[in-house]
C-alpha cells in the first residue's frame, strides 16, 4: 500500500508546504510547521459541471430560527440561519457555555431538536449549570465527547436543528495525529463539523477560547471557515457581557446585544443607554454623554476623563474602553490649536459601563471630557456631545446623527454639542453647533468665573 502523502503546516499562518523547514516561508515563523496528512491525490476529479443561474433570480431570503433571546438574536441578524456555522469566541469564563445553554434551552422549548456536546466538562457540570438556569426540565440532548466522527455518527441518522460544540479547541478527528487545539486539528475538525452543518440543515455553533494573543487558536483560519463570527466580551469586574458580530454573512456585522450576568444565568438588557450611562441628573466634572452607534443601534455613553499632574517626567496617558492611538491625537491638536497645556500633566480616559468605543464620533466627548475635567467645570446640563475632531481643530459631521439624537431625546437630554450641519433636532432638544475646537473651550471656559476647584467634582 502507498505510504499516505504528508505535507507541512505552519501553525501560526496555515501556509502548507510540501517539505519540513525550520522556518515558514510565509510569515516567517521559527518552529512552527506541523506534519498531517495531504489530502489524497485525485480528490475531486470526475466533477459534475456547477449549475449556472442568473442572479436576477435571486433566492428567498434564509430561514430563521428565532433563538428567542433577543439580544442573541439581533446580533445574529434576525434568528440563526439553517445550515450556517457560527462561531462563538471569549476568554474562558466569560459565560459563553452559559449563553449557548440558554439559547438550546429557548430553542428546544419551541420544539427544535437541540443538541449540547461538551468537550470541556462532564454530565454532572452541565447538570449542575442548567440546574442553576432552571433548565433541568428542558429537551435538549447533551453529550459529552471530544470525537468527531463519533459525535456525527451519533447525530447522522436524526439531525439536530442545532448542534453546540463546546469547545472547538477540545475536539478531534482520528484522521490527524496531532493533539487537539493545533491549527490542524481545529481546521480539520470544523471542515467535518461545517459539512456536517451543511448537509442537514444543521445550524452549528463552535465554541472557540481565545489565546493570550486575542485570536481565536493562533491564526485566524477558524474565522474565513465560518459565515458568522460572533465575540463575548466583558471587563473584569464587570457583571455586562457585550455579544459583537465581526463577521456575519446574514446580517450587519458591528451588531452588539448587551447582557448582564445574574446569578440565574444571563439576562439580556434591552435598554444599554440606560446601562452605561450610570447616575444621570449629576453635573461631573470630566464627564461627557457620547451618543454613539454600536452596529445599528444607538447607545449612550459617559466618557470620564481624569487630568491631574504628575511627578513623572513623562506623563501618563491611560485609557480604558478606547483607542490609545486616538487619544494622542485629541490632545495634540488640543495643545497645538487651542493652546493647552497638558505637559506636566497625567491624563486618564474611562468608557463607563465597560463599553470599548471604535468610532471616530466620540473624539469630540473625549475632548469635552478632558477640557472640562483639566477647567475644573462641568458641561452644560442634560447635553449630549459627538463628532470626529480633525488635526487642524476642526469638528466634522459624523453619520447616522439624526438616530443619536433622537435617542438623546428619548432618554431625556435636552442639549447636543455637534459638528455643524443640516439635521432635524427632535423637538425640544436645543443644538448647540461647534465648527472648531476652540469654540468648545469658549464654552466651557465659564464665562469668566473662577474655575471651581477639582475636587469639588459634583456640582
Ligand atoms: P461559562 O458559561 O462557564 O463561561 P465560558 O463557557 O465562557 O468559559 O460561565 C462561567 C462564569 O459565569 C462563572 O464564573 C460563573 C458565572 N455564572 C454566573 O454568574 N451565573 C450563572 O447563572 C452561571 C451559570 C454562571
Ligand atoms: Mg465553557
Keep these: 500500500m502507498a505510504r499516505e502523502r504528508r505535507q507541512y503546516v505552519c501553525q501560526d499562518c496555515g501556509a502548507v508546504f510540501p517539505k519540513w523547514t525550520g522556518r515558514c516561508e510565509a510569515c516567517g515563523a521559527w518552529n512552527t510547521l506541523a506534519e498531517e496528512a495531504a489530502p489524497a491525490k485525485g480528490a475531486g476529479r470526475r466533477m459534475r459541471a456547477v449549475e449556472l443561474r442568473p442572479l436576477s433570480a435571486a433566492a428567498a431570503p434564509p430561514p430563521r430560527l428565532a433563538t428567542g433571546i433577543g439580544e442573541l438574536d439581533r446580533v445574529l441578524g434576525g434568528g440563526l440561519v439553517r445550515g450556517s456555522a457560527v462561531l462563538l469566541g471569549g476568554d474562558p469564563g466569560i459565560g459563553k457555555s452559559t449563553l449557548l445553554l440558554q439559547a438550546l434551552a429557548a430553542l428546544a422549548a419551541r420544539n427544535h431538536a437541540t443538541v449540547y ?26 453529550a459529552c465527547a471530544t470525537g468527531v466522527e463519533e459525535v456525527l455518527a ?15 479547541q477540545t475536539a478531534h478527528t482520528a484522521t490527524l495525529e496531532a493533539a487537539p487545539g493545533t491549527v490542524s486539528q481545529i481546521r480539520a475538525c470544523a471542515d467535518l463539523l461545517i459539512r456536517f452543518a451543511k448537509r442537514h440543515d444543521t445550524a452549528l455553533f463552535l465554541v472557540g477560547h481565545v489565546t493570550k494573543e486575542g485570536l481565536i487558536a493562533g491564526p485566524r483560519v477558524l474565522e474565513h471557515m465560518v459565515d458568522t463570527v460572533l465575540y463575548f466580551e466583558g471587563e473584569r469586574g464587570h457583571q455586562f457581557r457585550l455579544l459583537r458580530a465581526v463577521k456575519n454573512r446574514f446580517g450587519p456585522a458591528n451588531e452588539l446585544g448587551v447582557f448582564e450576568m445574574r446569578d ?11 446601562l452605561f450611562l450610570g447616575q444621570r441628573g449629576r453635573r461631573v466634572v470630566g464627564a461627557a454623554v457620547f451618543a454613539g452607534i454600536e452596529g445599528t443601534r444607538p447607545v449612550l455613553v459617559e466618557i470620564q476623563a481624569l487630568v491631574a499632574p504628575t511627578a513623572l517626567a513623562t506623563p501618563r496617558r491611560t485609557v480604558v474602553g478606547w483607542e490609545a492611538g486616538r487619544l ?10 487651542c493652546g493647552l497645556v497638558l505637559a506636566g500633566r497625567d491624563v486618564y480616559l474611562n468608557v463607563a459601563g465597560g463599553l470599548r468605543i471604535q468610532e471616530p464620533a466620540a473624539d469630540l466627548a473625549v475632548a469635552a471630557a478632558i ?16 463628532g470626529e475632531i480633525g488635526l487642524a481643530g476642526e469638528v466634522r ?15 431625556g437630554f435636552r442639549r447636543a454639542l455637534l459638528p455643524p450641519g443640516e439635521v432635524t433636532v427632535p423637538p425640544g432638544m436645543e443644538r448647540v453647533e461647534i465648527p472648531r475646537l476652540t469654540r468648545l473651550l469658549a464654552l466651557l471656559a465659564g464665562g469668566g468665573q473662577p474655575p471651581r476647584h477639582p475636587a469639588a467634582l459634583v456640582e
Design 117 to 142: 456536546v461538551s468537550g470541556e466538562e462532564s454530565l454532572e457540570q452541565i447538570q449542575l449549570r442548567a440546574r442553576r438556569l432552571g433548565l433541568e426540565t428542558s429537551g435538549i440532548a447533551v
Design 154 to 168: 451519533a447525530l447522522e441518522r436524526t439531525p439536530p436543528a442545532v448542534l453546540v460544540i463546546d469547545s472547538i
Design 264 to 274: 440565574r444565568g444571563l439576562a439580556a438588557i434591552e435598554n444599554p443607554s440606560a
Design 328 to 337: 494622542a491625537m485629541v490632545l495634540a491638536v488640543l495643545e497645538a490649536r
Design 371 to 386: 477640557v472640562s475635567s483639566l477647567e475644573g467645570r462641568p458641561l452644560p446640563e442634560d447635553c449630549v456631545v459627538f
Design 397 to 411: 459631521p459624523v453619520g447616522q446623527t439624526e438616530l443619536r439624537l433622537r435617542e438623546a431625546g428619548k432618554l
